[in-house]
């Protein structure tokens, strides 16, 4: 097919590569145009624009395509369809009508669950058990058009950033299928029961709520890994934990064990027991107690550091047992 692209992150990229492998003739390549990164805040291009430019396809970044003369420049590239994954600018309907067979998503969720900004992260917030890709056929609502094909997989215990990659690949593989026959995958309408809306991400939701329980607490660690990565203060610092465990037997009966803390035993037994003494440092593993359950990080990062194991964290930073962690 004669297609456009149109994509911005990582999670877009083995779109692209599926897309050129099975010989479709990807005419242009749309993505966000170059963003400040880094501390030097150079400008740096998508990674959608460094894997088309390798492969030597036409990119445009144009800051919107609600102005005429963006959306003439779309039509008169008179394409098939416009494969579109994780782009990231609203698609005016101008540009959804354009291509003879409209414009397809690769969207990570099982719709009509998760609509929005950031479904893998809201799946895992959540504690659904599976998530998985829906290609479907795009309209001016957000995320409402009707799917041809869905990919599923379970959740598990995958960060955000490994549970983005398998959904990407399988979105690549299923966008593949949809091209080679569109009359074997026709749309079908999304339910209008069982809607949610995953919501951008706030900076406030990433700091961890050991006033939550321990299940809940290790699902912010999950879903917030690499970025921007969940985290507690010490100290006026900040600490990212990328990885973490729930360690149960602390609050659910029958008193700490002799290796868990130097404190004395009555007085843990009664602070673990206590609702009101949650993000309570209970031994010196950095295990820290929830409303119920506790965590201990195994993989933390200070800032300006790179990440480390627990092991290595402690004997750079001693965080006493006691200490009240927010």
């Known amino acids: 097919m004669r297609l456009i692209f149109m994509g911005t992150p990582d ?5 692209l590569n599926a897309l050129v492998a099975a010989g479709h003739d990807v005419i242009a390549v749309y993505t966000q145009p170059p963003r400040p990164a880094n501390r030097g805040k150079k400008l740096s291009p998508s990674a959608v624009q460094m894997r088309a430019e390798e492969l030597g396809l036409p990119v445009r970044t144009p800051l919107s395509l609600k102005n005429a003369e ?7 590239l008179n394409a098939d369809v416009a494969v579109v994954a994780a782009y990231g600018l609203i698609l005016p309907q101008v540009i959804l009508d354009a291509p003879m067979h409209g414009c397809l998503n690769v969207h990570g969720s099982l719709l009509p669950r998760w609509r929005g900004a950031a479904p893998v992260q809201r799946a895992i917030l959540a504690g659904d058990e599976e998530t998985g890709v829906c290609i479907m056929q795009m309209e001016a609502g957000l995320d409402t058009g009707p799917v041809r094909l869905v990919g599923r997989t379970q959740i598990g215990a995958k960060t955000a950033g490994q549970l983005t990659a398998e959904l990407a690949e399988l979105g690549a593989e299923l966008m593949v299928k949809v091209l080679g026959d569109l009359s074997a995958y026709p749309t079908v309408t999304q339910p209008e029961e069982g809607v949610t809306y995953a919501a951008k991400i706030d900076k406030a939701e990433t700091r961890l709520d050991f006033s939550a329980s321990a299940e809940v607490v290790e699902r912010q ?3 917030f890994n690499p970025m921007p990565g969940a985290w507690f203060e010490y100290e006026g610092e900040r ?7 729930i360690v149960r037997h602390l609050r659910e009966g029958g008193g700490p064990t002799p290796t868990l803390s130097k404190l004395h035993d009555q007085e843990l037994d009664s602070r673990l027991r206590g609702n009101d003494e ?11 107690a ?3 359950g506790s965590i201990r990080p195994t993989v933390i990062q200070r800032a300006g550091k790179p990440a480390m194991p ?4 402690l ?4 965080i006493p047992i006691g200490t009240i962690l927010k």
């Open 11 to 15: 999670f877009a990229v083995p779109t």
């Open 70 to 76: 963006a959306q003439a420049e779309f039509a008169a």
């Open 221 to 223: 660690v999950l879903a």
């Open 239 to 245: 600490f990212k934990v990328l990885e973490a465990k």
């Open 278 to 288: 949650v993000g309570f440092v209970v031994d010196d593993q950095l295990t820290i």
């Open 290 to 292: 929830c409303s119920s």
């Open 310 to 313: 627990l092991a290595d964290f």
């Open 315 to 318: 004997r750079g930073k001693v």
